[in-house]
């Protein structure tokens, strides 16, 4: 597998130690010469200097980084200010979101929708950026039905987004099918899989009832009958997610972008496998 189509997922961190951290775990990653590193952000821009900043220590590493921007929330002068920073500082790659309305706000904010958000950027900034939009295999937790939630999908990218990544998922033929659906909307972009390695139960039954990402019931059966032996959870996830990419890369992925909740060993591991 070639590392051109390879992507990792930071957050950034609230603490000076977790900054360390994460320059450990960076370094770590960037051993791995991924394509690019992501960083997400808060609810509500809380962390978006905290985005920024982590943003701009993996480009003075020399590597590509691209912040994630969510418009729920934000005016289009908020957005342009960003934007404009994020030119000035050379950032050439974004993850457009609609993003998570922060807890205790009303319906607010000047874009409901990340297609509006994807066209705002591309009326700022012309074509400065490569716009990267959220796909979601299983469907969207609030979307109506899955051909709305195909028709948003279709959305963003007639307003211009470059490609996609999905919601991570561990059933290979929701992304084939949905891959299948957008292909048949005309909507020709890369749909890169998100990819998230399996190392703790309770977080991952956590995550996934927040998201709406299936876990398969044969999997979910095993992980919960290792109890608190997280050695075994380890190896099984490893293998699970493993044969996971396997199929979607001989499947035609275009590419992986793996989750790394600021981890390097699962997501080494699963990358060293891959390669052999």
């Given at each position: 597998?070639?590392t051109?189509?390879?992507?990792?997922?930071?957050?950034p961190?609230?603490?000076a130690?977790?900054a360390?951290?994460?320059?450990?775990?960076?370094?770590?990653l960037?051993?791995?010469?991924?394509?690019?590193?992501?960083?997400t952000?808060?609810?509500?821009?809380?962390?978006?200097?905290g985005?920024?900043?982590?943003?701009l220590?993996i480009?003075?590493?020399g590597?590509?980084?691209?912040?994630h921007?969510?418009?729920?929330?934000g005016?289009?002068?908020?957005?342009?200010?960003i934007?404009?920073?994020f030119?000035?500082?050379?950032?050439?790659?974004v993850?457009?979101?609609?993003?998570?309305?922060p807890s205790?706000y009303g319906a607010g904010?000047?874009f409901?929708?990340?297609n509006?958000?994807?066209?705002?950027?591309?009326?700022?900034?012309g074509?400065?950026f490569?716009i990267e939009?959220?796909?979601?295999?299983?469907?969207?937790?609030?979307?109506?039905?899955?051909q709305?939630?195909?028709?948003a999908?279709?959305?963003?990218?007639q307003?211009g987004?470059?490609?996609?990544?999905t919601?991570?998922?561990?059933?290979?033929?929701?992304?084939f099918?949905?891959?299948?659906?957008v292909?048949?909307?005309g909507v020709?972009v890369?749909?890169?899989?998100g990819?998230?390695p399996?190392?703790n139960?309770?977080q991952?039954?956590?995550f996934?009832?927040?998201?709406?990402a299936?876990?398969?019931?044969?999997?979910?059966?095993?992980l919960?009958?290792?109890?608190?032996?997280?050695?075994?959870?380890?190896?099984f996830?490893?293998?699970?997610?493993?044969?996971?990419?396997?199929?979607?890369?001989?499947?035609?992925?275009?590419?992986?972008h793996?989750?790394?909740?600021?981890?390097a060993?699962a997501t080494?591991?699963?990358?060293q496998?891959?390669?052999?």
């Open positions: 597998m070639e051109h189509n390879f992507s990792i997922e930071f957050f961190p609230k603490t130690e977790g360390d951290k994460l320059r450990a775990v960076r370094s770590k960037a051993e791995l010469q991924p394509k690019y590193f992501s960083v952000f808060g609810a509500g821009g809380t962390t978006q200097q985005t920024l900043q982590t943003v220590e480009k003075d590493a590597f590509d980084a691209a912040p921007l969510s418009c729920i929330g005016t289009r002068e908020s957005l342009r200010a934007l404009q920073e030119k000035a500082k050379g950032i050439r790659r993850v457009a979101l609609r993003g998570d309305l205790g904010g000047e409901r929708y990340a509006e958000l994807v066209e705002f950027i591309r009326q700022e900034t074509d400065w490569h939009v959220a796909a979601y295999p299983e469907m969207h937790p609030q979307a109506r039905s899955p709305d939630d195909l028709q999908f279709a959305r963003k990218v307003a987004a470059n490609s996609a990544i919601q991570y998922f561990y059933n290979p033929d929701a992304y099918q949905f891959v299948d659906n292909r048949k909307l020709d890369p749909v890169v899989a990819i998230m399996i190392t139960y309770t991952l039954m956590r996934s009832d927040m998201c709406g299936e876990i398969p019931r044969w999997v979910r059966v095993k919960a009958s290792f109890g608190d032996d997280s050695a075994s959870i380890k190896a996830g490893l293998d699970v997610v493993t044969g996971l990419c396997e199929k979607l890369l001989a499947g035609g992925a275009p590419g992986l793996f989750y790394s909740m600021n981890q060993a080494t591991a699963i990358w496998r891959l390669v052999k």
